[in-house]
């Protein structure tokens, strides 16, 4: 379909494919599945050169969102069994009878984008989309526009127009595809504009699965192995130059081994990027001017005890660490979303914990412990979409684990069988036969409350 088509006229045409029923069809599904795979893997090279373009995205981590390709085989692999009905018991009085769920496919869905891991955050709900059985409507991020081109040639050159189609534009074309009545929206993006999709859905009743951001603490206590603690951090930190939805976005450590973690993230940096990250071929780049402004001031909010160093020019910021941050500072108030990272530090754990539950819930939240009472009391305490121990990120391309937010970071999760479920409803189903046909429900009920109660019991 091309992108000057109205938009009406697509979902009028994806409706009408639906109505076809070729959707319901299981093989018709897995022979879509295997074309994604394929299509993704000859457009690979492709792929890494969009994703280059867009953020100067290293091969390596271009590929974790390439990697996608797993999460269509583990589909392909699962999908006969996803589809099987769910049964449940019957109660007595019902015999002989069946009762089930059976996941039936919603219809036209809406799947909008952002641009931070753009690739990924349109094939991993697409995924899910396509098993279920739906027609899908894709708009992915106009600020990652190579990444967005390549979707819409890879997608025009493996579907039929009328099933799944790319929808290539900006605020303006989110907002009229917003519109539209659609079966149900996945959205990628910030709380902001979150709220005004799940506004438009409100207006057609549209479900709607958001997947947002926030401020995902780390937590560091006395008792790890401060350097792995340190490289881990520092990876989920500075990957994608911080520009990650679940990035450890601010560190909590505790006061006794503060000095130590400090100087192990500093080498770890030094180790990853080298003393001048600028030249580092492995350190991506900020998406915009926008963006690289609202970073640079951010910087004013504590000491900067490592990088700081910014070119304009070139959307360059450099790893920073920014040490004697107040929860009041400008770097506390929003998701940072870039290459910063303020610490603070605490005594007790509950000091900590008091602290995270001040802000809206987080996306992630990591903690490093090796104490199992203290891992729990954190989890216990503290509200977020995901939480990761003694590590950062890898809970994300965990494949079969559902990952979503909470409260201000979003609602609804997915990945592996959890992506099929969101694009499912599941109709709950009571198959009776005419073998018995007892008569204790029927009027007149003279004194039939007495059986009643002792059929039914309860
Ligand atoms: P964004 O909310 O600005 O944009 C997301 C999408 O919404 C884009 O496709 C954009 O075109 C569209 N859009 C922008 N303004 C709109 C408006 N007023 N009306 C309708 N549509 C509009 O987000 P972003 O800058 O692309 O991404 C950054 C945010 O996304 C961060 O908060 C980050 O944490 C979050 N994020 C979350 C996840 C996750 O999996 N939960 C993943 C990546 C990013």
Redesign the pocket.
Same mark, same amino acid.
């Given at each position: 379909m091309l992108a000057t088509t109205p938009i009406r006229d697509i979902i009028t045409a994806q409706r009408q494919f639906f109505a076809t029923g070729k959707t319901q069809d299981i093989a018709f599904r897995l022979t879509q599945l295997q074309n994604l795979y394929q299509a993704i893997k000859n457009r690979e090279n492709a792929i890494y050169a969009a994703l280059k373009a867009d953020l100067n995205k290293p091969d390596v981590e271009a590929y974790y969102e390439i990697v996608v390709t797993r999460d269509i085989q583990a589909a392909i692999k699962n999908l006969k069994s996803w589809v099987k009905p769910q049964k449940f018991p019957i109660p007595l009085e019902q015999f002989p009878a069946q009762a089930m769920m059976v996941p039936e496919p919603l219809g036209v869905v809406l799947i909008? $984008?952002?641009?931070?891991?753009p690739f990924n %955050?349109i094939m991993a709900p697409l995924i899910g989309a396509i098993a279920a059985g739906n027609c899908a409507i894709i708009?992915?991020?106009?600020?990652s526009p190579h990444t967005s081109r390549l979707i819409a040639e890879i997608i025009g050159e493996t579907f039929d127009n009328g099933y799944i189609t790319v929808v290539e534009? $900006?605020?303006d074309?989110?907002?009229q595809l %917003?519109a539209e009545k659609f079966d149900y929206i996945f959205?990628?993006?910030?709380?902001?504009?979150?709220k005004?999709?799940m506004e438009a859905a409100a207006k057609h009743l549209t479900p709607v699965t958001l997947?947002?951001?926030?401020k995902s603490p780390c937590i560091v206590t006395e008792d790890v192995n401060i350097e792995v603690a340190a490289k881990r951090i520092v990876w989920g930190k500075f990957v994608n130059a911080g520009q990650?939805?679940?990035a450890p976005d601010y560190l909590l450590v505790q006061q006794g081994v503060k000095s130590q973690l400090l100087a192990a993230i500093k080498a770890a940096i030094i180790e990853f990027y080298g003393h001048e990250p600028a030249n580092s071929p492995d350190y991506g780049r900020i998406v915009n001017d926008g963006h690289l402004q609202r970073l640079q001031d951010l910087l004013e909010s504590g000491e900067i005890i490592v990088g700081g160093d910014i070119n304009p020019d070139a959307r360059y910021i450099a790893p920073t660490v920014i040490d004697n941050v107040s929860l009041e500072a400008a770097v506390m108030q929003e998701?940072i979303?870039g290459p910063i990272l303020p610490v603070m530090t605490y005594g007790d754990l509950s000091e900590a914990i008091d602290l995270i539950n001040r802000l809206p819930k987080p996306?992630a939240l990591y903690i490093f412990s090796q104490n199992p009472s203290h891992q729990e009391q954190i989890l216990r305490q503290t509200s977020s979409?995901t939480a990761c121990i003694n590590d950062t990120l890898v809970h994300f391309i965990t494949p079969q684990l559902p990952?979503?937010?909470v409260g201000n970071?979003?609602m609804g999760r997915y990945h592996g069988k959890a992506s099929f479920d969101t694009f499912c409803h599941y109709k709950s189903i009571l198959k009776r036969s005419f073998l018995f046909d007892v008569d204790l429900r029927y009027p007149p009920y003279r004194d039939k409350l007495r059986f009643l109660k002792w059929l039914l019991g309860g």
């Open positions: 909008v $984008g952002a641009w931070n891991y %955050l708009k992915p991020s106009e600020l534009g $900006g605020r074309i989110s907002q %917003l959205f990628t993006g910030s709380p902001r504009v979150g005004i999709v997947e947002l951001g926030g990650t939805c679940i998701e979303f996306l979409g990952f979503g937010g970071s979003g």
